[in-house]
């Protein structure tokens, strides 16, 4: 069935390492995509989104890879700190459909 | 803070009873969107409006509704409660209708049924 789907739900790092969260998504149409990080005890939080034009985008200490021909999504960390310690989600969407779909989310762990 | 403003933060209430959910969006935002998140889940989408319509449905249970008002803010209404509703309700809001850009979550509430 549809779905978009996280390789792991756990990772652990160390401070100032670089993560990287995966997510896989099963529909070719899906055309956008977004990372949100919660907290505990918080709201989901945008992080970055990428449409499904670009391969690959960039924010502050963030960058996304979108792999079309895998159907795999990314969200690198560069120099974590306890304070990404979160669950991050990928969300996907597409033309003709109304709402996100998110994945079941990845915990980070940071460790200092 | 993502400016998206949610109340009550916590509610506690027996089966069988009916809540109000309260959200406010964005200052400029038209849409505003309901998703639940259960224990360890991830979120699902409940509803969409967008300037005062519904604009899209998701997994939203009968017993549930939802309305926006004229000043954009959103009601969630969830009746005859059960045990499993017991979640974490949030809304979102964009300034767009379509989903295809980002959505800022508010804080939550947190809904104990007993």
């Known amino acids: 069935g549809e779905s978009v789907g996280l390789h792991l739900p756990t990772l652990s790092v160390q401070e100032g390492d670089n993560s990287i969260i995966n997510c896989a998504y099963s529909?070719?149409?899906?055309?956008?995509f977004i990372w949100y990080k919660q907290e505990s005890g918080k709201g989901p939080q945008f992080i970055i989104d990428?449409?499904?034009?670009?391969d690959k985008r960039q924010g502050q200490r963030v960058t996304v890879l979108l792999n079309k021909t895998v159907k795999h999504l990314s969200l690198q960390i560069a120099a974590t700190h306890p304070g990404d310690s979160a669950v991050y989600f990928c969300?996907?969407?597409?033309?003709?459909?109304?709402?996100?779909?998110f994945g079941s989310g990845t915990r980070l762990q940071v460790q200092p | 803070d993502s400016g998206v403003t949610q109340t009550p933060k916590h509610l506690i209430t027996a089966t069988g009873q009916r809540v109000t959910l309260r959200c406010s969006p964005r200052?400029?935002?038209?849409?505003v969107y309901w998703y639940q998140q259960s224990l360890d889940q991830g979120l699902q989408f409940l509803i969409q409006?967008?300037?005062?319509?519904?604009?899209a449905k998701g997994n939203i249970l009968e017993r549930f509704s939802a309305q926006q008002f004229p000043d954009l803010h959103s009601e969630l209404n969830l009746s005859s409660l059960e045990l499993g509703d017991s979640a974490l309700y949030f809304c979102?809001?964009?300034?767009?209708?379509?989903?295809?850009?980002?959505?800022?979550f508010g804080p939550g509430t947190r809904l104990t049924v007993t």
């Open positions: 979102a809001s964009s300034v767009y209708g379509n989903s295809h850009y980002e959505q800022y």
């Open positions: 529909n070719s149409a899906s055309d956008y």
């Open positions: 990428i449409r499904s034009n670009m």
């Open positions: 969300a996907e969407n597409r033309a003709g459909r109304r709402a996100l779909t």
């Open positions: 200052s400029g935002d038209l849409s």
């Open positions: 409006y967008y300037n005062g319509e519904e604009r």
